[in-house]
């Protein structure tokens, strides 16, 4: 059987580390934390926001939504809270078929 890497999943992203995933500023992700109630990142005795890999979840979807789709902010809100299941769904298709992509894009490369 051959050896496969498992992807490590952390428990906890800092406001860094999710800035540098989505590629924007910090103050970005908390005004997005303070317009979707979906959004709710824990904070240490310092107030620094610990983001769960569910909040990255809500947030690819945030972003999918706003800038993706071209929904206003009001409109995401709504759309989420009257879809949930079936955003999230998506949200786990558009992940897998991203994932996907880089698969195949790394073994185009390797040829």
């Given at each position: ?40 990142p ?24 706003v ?45």
């Amino acid at each position: 059987m051959p050896y496969k890497e498992r992807e490590i999943n952390k428990l906890y992203y800092t406001m860094g580390e999710v800035t540098e995933m989505f590629g924007v500023n910090a103050s970005q992700i908390r005004f997005y934390e303070r317009e979707f109630d979906v959004l709710q990142p824990k904070k240490n005795k310092k107030g620094n926001r610990l983001f769960t890999q569910e909040d990255i979840t809500h947030l690819k979807i945030i972003f999918n939504l706003v800038k993706d789709k071209g929904y206003t902010l009001q409109g995401a809100r709504e759309h989420l809270r009257s879809n949930k299941n079936e955003v999230k769904e998506n949200q786990r298709v558009i992940d897998s078929l991203e994932k996907l992509k880089g698969f195949l894009l790394e073994v185009r490369d390797n040829l």
